[in-house]
């Protein structure tokens, strides 16, 4: 195999692999987060309102985690360094 | 495709190009001060509330709620900052779905510049409540030993909140982008008005916690006086 396509390789098997466990462990989070907060509201529907803000924000606390991992897969993807430099040093090579 | 809309050229003035990010920015700001200005033009006393007065203010007074209920004080300068980043992002986020919008909250440049507004105005805050000694001191609370760990604490802060935003708006559009090309007719629907949920809470989530980090600087009273100056001004 080629530079090129070792790099493509590892860049597409990593962003699968880093988006698998970046949505694994947030959705175990989030899922328990709501069933928390259901039972809490289900106990007190007074406090709901305050529940559910509460809830709101730490579910994107939690679902940061998972924004992290799409943004470095993402990066991977589209905007990977090593395969830009890779083109370059290929073209050089092709082109001196 | 592209990650961000920093790279498309909006149009060129005078050998300066102009990216859709700072377009839209300005637009957005334009849009809102004009829309408050146009509002409030006649804000007299023998006017009537027009029903577009009526929206501003009960936008406002939920704002105002909102902070209240988090700090327990009135204070008008959070209402105004955090209020401002609220009513941009939220603005901006839900004008995706205006076809050819790229939201400037969809690039990195316009979240980490809200970012460091909020790293910054979080010592300000907190030196103006408690004086440039007693912020300070908060960096050596509970230990000396956690001098190191607050001030990490301090970046990834604004970390965090660059990158939530960021990731949230631009996976928005990313997916779309991805479901027009696999299933075109109905899912890219749905999955739009997923990103307009998501946008709003977003906004909501980037306004609440800049509120939290600076009341969590600025809370010097002690909890009794707290809740008598709360009950004193309600």
Do not use: H
Not at chain 1, 27 to 34: D, F, I, K, T
Not at chain 1, 44 to 60: C, H, K, M, N, Y
Not at chain 2, 60 to 74: A, D
Request: net charge neutral.
């Amino acid at each position: 195999m080629t530079d090129l396509s070792i790099i493509a390789v590892i860049s597409i098997f990593t962003a699968g692999l880093t988006v698998s466990f970046g949505a694994l462990g947030p959705a175990l989070g989030e899922g328990r987060a709501a069933a928390a907060a259901l039972n809490a509201i289900a106990q007190q529907p007074d406090a709901s309102s305050t529940l559910s803000r509460t809830l709101f924000v730490s579910l994107a606390m939690i679902e940061s985690t998972a924004i992290y991992c799409f943004v470095v897969a993402m990066i991977l993807l589209f905007a990977n360094p090593f395969w830009n430099a890779a083109v370059e040093a290929a073209a050089q090579s092709t082109g001196g | 495709m592209e990650l961000t809309p920093d790279d498309s050229i909006a149009f060129v003035i005078g050998g300066i190009a102009v990216n859709s990010t700072i377009f839209n920015t300005w637009l957005i700001m334009a849009l809102l001060t004009g829309v408050s200005v146009l509002i409030t033009r006649n804000l007299r006393p023998d006017v009537p509330p027009n029903r577009w007065r009526t929206t501003l203010e009960v936008i406002v007074n939920g704002i105002q709620g909102q902070i209240f209920e988090i700090t327990q004080r009135r204070d008008q300068r959070l209402l105004y900052f955090t209020g401002t980043l609220f009513l941009f992002i939220v603005t901006s986020n839900l004008l995706t779905v205006v076809p050819g919008f790229d939201p400037p909250t969809a690039s990195l440049s316009t979240t980490t510049a809200l970012a460091l507004s909020v790293l910054v105005a979080v010592p300000l805050f907190g030196i103006g409540s408690r004086g440039l000694r007693g912020y300070l001191r908060t960096y050596l609370e509970p230990s000396v030993f956690m001098l190191p760990f607050n001030i990490i604490s301090e970046f990834s802060r604004g970390v965090s909140l660059a990158i939530r935003l960021y990731g949230n708006i631009m996976s928005g559009a990313v997916i779309a982008a991805i479901l027009l090309g696999v299933a075109p007719f109905f899912f890219p629907v749905v999955m739009d008005m997923l990103g307009l949920l998501t946008g709003i809470i977003q906004a909501y989530i980037f306004a609440i916690l800049a509120t939290v980090y600076i009341s969590s600087a600025t809370a010097s009273p002690p909890l009794p006086d707290s809740k008598q100056t709360a009950k004193d001004q309600t």
